[in-house]
């Protein structure tokens, strides 16, 4: 997690904001009224944090990176604090949803949902999503050609190309015996960028930031020179679980 905090700044300005509609669906999902109660995981810069804040919801957000946590601090109203979520003593039950966006799949999965369900107060809600590259058809054909490069220099594509849909993690999340009436809403969005700011958003994934340098700057030539002075579309995707707190 420490390279996102070295790139808190760019992170704020190249990351895509999340749709209304998602926030919408999570207040009706969560039956979360303004004044609530909301402990984030994992807020970075706030990404998530503001639009909760504008809808008039007190918001408590962990957040392991310290740069990043200072950047979020910048959002009025917010209550940061800088550690580990699992580690974190919190205010046991003191909570009416608890939420993490594009930050669950970093949690130990032999701790999240217990210490999720620990904060949460009786018929609260744990909820998460992340938004990730999806390339549905008609996708626009630059993604498939910049594979090139990725393979030229050793970073292929973990996995299937093109990535397929994000699953639905909704028996994982039963399987807990913690949560209960999951509900689950996708959300499709493109947003067009120069090739600056596209090289900027790649500044901003753990991949690229890890990469050695003669490799990332190679890269970014490519992706400069393919481009050239047109707008590459990029689409996202966000799955939005919700699950109602069992009691134990």
């Known amino acids: 997690m420490s390279v996102f905090d070295?790139?808190?700044?760019?992170?704020?300005?190249?990351r895509p904001d999340y749709p209304d509609e998602l926030f919408d669906d999570l207040v009706a999902l969560a039956r979360i009224?303004?004044?609530?109660?909301?402990l984030e995981i994992g807020c970075a810069t706030g990404k998530a944090t503001r639009p909760l804040l504008a809808r008039g919801f007190r918001v408590v957000c962990v957040e392991l990176g310290e740069r990043l946590a200072a950047r979020a601090r910048r959002n009025p109203g917010a209550e940061i604090h800088v550690g580990?979520?699992?580690?974190?003593?919190?205010?046991?039950?003191?909570?009416?949803?608890?939420f993490a966006a594009t930050a669950w799949h970093w949690l130990d999965p032999e701790r999240r949902y217990e210490k999720a369900h620990e904060q949460l107060g009786r018929g609260g809600h744990l909820a998460f999503w992340s938004a990730l590259h999806a390339c549905p058809p008609g996708f626009d054909p630059f993604f498939a050609e910049i594979q090139e490069v990725y393979d030229e220099i050793g970073e292929s594509f973990p996995g299937d190309w093109p990535p397929p849909p994000q699953p639905d993690e909704s028996t994982e999340i039963v399987a807990t015996g913690l949560f209960g009436d999951v509900a689950v809403r996708r959300y499709l969005w493109e947003v067009r960028y120069t090739a600056d700011e596209y090289v900027a958003l790649l500044d901003t994934f753990s991949g690229h930031l890890e990469m050695p340098a003669d490799r990332r700057a190679h890269l970014y030539a490519e992706v400069r020179r393919r481009l050239g002075e047109r707008r590459v579309r990029r689409h996202w995707e966000a799955v939005l679980h919700v699950a109602r707190r069992l009691d134990m």
């Open 33 to 38: 009224e303004p004044g609530a109660r909301l």
């Open 84 to 98: 580990r979520f699992e580690d974190w003593a919190g205010d046991p039950g003191g909570f009416d949803l608890v």
């Open 6 to 14: 070295a790139a808190a700044e760019r992170y704020d300005e190249a």
